[in-house]
């Protein structure tokens, strides 16, 4: 006796031609998505340099900002800017009180490209495009990075 097809019989598994078509498939999205998703995962990095440079470089110009208006007390020498990164972080006593500090920093930021807190630093002394720091003062800060950004510019360059 023929046995006939039900619904309870039909269908209960996939074919070799239908597993190889869906693993081909899987391998091509997964080619697609993992450089996009390295891509995406450089450009947050990236992001996170450029906010800790404009934060660094913002605290540094705050620092200028409070000499020029004679409320700190500062060396002749540094030209008003801040003697190092720690500075900004230690605080500087007012002028006219005897307790406050002024705080231009919480801490200083890691350098996403690097993964650590060694900055690059440049002196109001030093030429724009130095590499090595004079240790008069800070008056520039830029990563350490040996790296290339998506655009193709060097991240020591920003």
Known sequence: MKRLKTAENVGRGFTLVELVACMAIMMILT???LP??????EHLKETELRR???DLRTAIDRYKDFSDLGLITV????FGYPPDLETLVRGVPVKGS????YKFLRKIPVDPMTGNTDWGLR???DDPDSQSWGGQNVFD???KSYGTALD???YSSW
Request: glycine share 4%; no cysteine.
């Open 36 to 41: 996009l998703a390295r891509v995406h995962a």
């Open 75 to 78: 060396e002749p020498d540094t």
């Open 31 to 33: 080619a697609v998505a």
């Open 123 to 125: 002196s109001m002394q």
């Open 98 to 101: 005897k307790d406050v500090r």
């Open 52 to 54: 800790d440079l404009r």
């Open 141 to 143: 800060v830029y990563s």
């Open 152 to 154: 193709g510019t060097p």
